[in-house]
């Protein structure tokens, strides 16, 4: 399969994700010109004024939009960085960011505050501050359990990670039967399948920030990637230590997936499909995937968002079923494609 | 570049693996290591690798201590092929090659291409470059392996059984593609024909000690390979070259 050269894709992305933003605020239950939506980004930024008349208008683009669509393209960037990093980590194709049991750690702490109103005097920031709380609890657990003498092994960890996610997911669901309201339970499933509905500027700052760093780390550790790809032993041959790379992966995986996580909930399938889909394109460097895949991450979202907004407007879909609806014949269309091999044949 | 191994132990729990082995490869040797499944071949060379940290004993080039070294540092001389080979992705052949180049920091994209070309081509493996490494066959992968070992520049290569699932000509290419190397080499080899073809010296392991060491025929005599390996021996003379060749069968049964 003929690879697009690099850099042409990484300008082409970025090109793509800034008017995909534009889109992305513009469209919506109440669609808004392009015009108007660039007239109150150029306000908002420079602080200039808008008529009486648009308010309502500004207000949505500015307060309600604009930090959605940032947070989408944030949290698409970080899930496809982290999937990439996972998948190198426990040396498997299936892996995602998910695969370590953090969202589903996640998700009890979410689902703490949305059904049983824990952390209640953390007012609007309960939902996060406890979600993240619980993911890294969770990422605490997952690596005291999966540690063994020869460090962290691939299988030990996919092992404990599935494992204790279905423990969580038990206690999540103990959690959502028992609860007395019916539209709780709709939130709670709402979480589960990840949306973008919640998103305020407050949020923006640390999630871009801790999905930067991460990126950066793991842009910056591509070639220690590569190595680890090839196996435990050829690492240290060449002298990149895997247990150590493990560790450091472990970290920066469980960040940036409670914060993203935190955030929009478990958004299913970008970190499992994004990685793959950019190693179609420009193969399975690690140097190349990580510049691609975050971008390619953030466009994705965008628009999968965009879509759950609009599909049953003014009602919201998740935005999880979303990226699986559309993502899963789009992937299998390109495996069939052939000339790619997800690791061994 | 000499390697020394000095009362190398290496434990599992309470099983010792490796038991106080030494042995010596002089610069520029090619030393083979031969024993029986299980005998600890590996867990001796994974020591020599630093894929593992032996309980007791060093690792010793030109005198320094490996375990001691930077791990780069320790890459940029001393290169293996461990016996793993399955790649969960899909890098192509170049890119194989290209990891080679990881340990070395003060390096351009463009001596990376000179040096991994360099390699490719002195392993015949320049025409698949693109290739897919999980598409090709085992004496492709093995040649694109050992192209890697060399685009790291080493001055000593460990490698692990490199002639394993081979068929008999691809055997014979990958050991003397390795010999013309003229790297300081040690390798734990399975056929011991081919290891008696192709060794300096040979260092037989049982039971994570050094039982024999010296010139292949001094140390492959019948009550040896008898002891160790459980079979017996005859050695006859190749009707051509003259060299001497060991056919095995089993012990007679012994009452």
Known sequence: MRRIPQPLLVVGLVLLL???????????????????????????????????????????????????????????????????????MVRNALADP?????????????????????FAGLGVWALSVSAFASALAAMVLVYAVARSPHGLTPLRLILTGTALAYGF?????????????????????????????????????LAAVTVAVGWAWLRW????????????????????QPGRLRRELFLVTAAVTGTVVAVSGAIGFVGLMVPHLVRMLVGADHRRVLAVAPLAGAVLLVWADVLSRLLLAPAELPVGVITAVVGVPAFLLLMRRGGYAFGGR | MRLDIEGLSVDAGA?????????????????????????????????????????????????DDVQAMEPRAAAKVLAALPQESSAEFDFTVAEVV???????????AASDREICAGAMERTGVAHLADRGFLALSGGERQRVLIARALAQRPRVLVLDEPTNHLDIAHQLDVLSLVR????????????????????????????????ASGPPHDVLHPALLAEVFGVRAHPVRHPETGAVQLLFDLLPPTP
């Open chain 1, 18 to 88: 800034g008017v995909s933003l534009v889109c992305g605020v513009g469209m919506g239950a109440a669609g808004i010109g392009t015009a108007d939506v660039f007239r109150f980004l150029w306000a908002g930024v420079t602080g200039g004024t808008v008529h009486a008349g648009d308010a309502a208008a500004y207000t949505i683009v500015w307060e309600i939009r604009l930090p959605r669509v940032v947070l989408a393209a944030v949290v698409g960037a970080g899930l496809s960085a982290v999937g990439v990093a996972v998948q190198a």
């Open chain 1, 98 to 118: 998910f695969v370590l049991g953090i969202s589903s750690g996640a998700a009890v702490g979410a689902n703490a505050v949305i059904l049983l109103g824990a």
């Open chain 1, 169 to 205: 997911e038990a206690v999540t669901t103990v959690m959502v039967f028992s609860a007395a309201r019916g539209e709780a339970a709709r939130s709670a499933m709402m979480w589960l399948l990840g949306s973008l509905g919640g998103a305020t500027w407050p949020q923006v700052p």
């Open chain 1, 221 to 240: 550790r591509a070639e220690s990637l590569n190595a680890l790809a090839m196996g435990d032993e050829t690492s240290a041959a060449l002298g990149v």
């Open chain 2, 15 to 63: 099983v010792r693996l490796v038991d106080d082995i030494r042995l010596v490869v002089d610069s520029g040797a090619f030393v083979g290591l031969v024993g029986p499944n299980g005998s600890g071949k590996s867990t001796l060379l994974r020591c020599v690798y630093r894929a593992l940290r032996p309980a007791d004993g060093v690792v010793r080039l030109d005198g």
């Open chain 2, 98 to 108: 290209g990891m080679g180049r990881l340990p070395h920091r003060d390096r351009t």
């Open chain 2, 180 to 211: 013309s190397s003229g790297l300081t080499v040690l390798a734990a080899l399975h056929d011991l024909n081919l290891a008696a073809a192709h060794c300096d010296l040979l260092y037989v392991i049982a039971g994570g000690r050094i039982v």
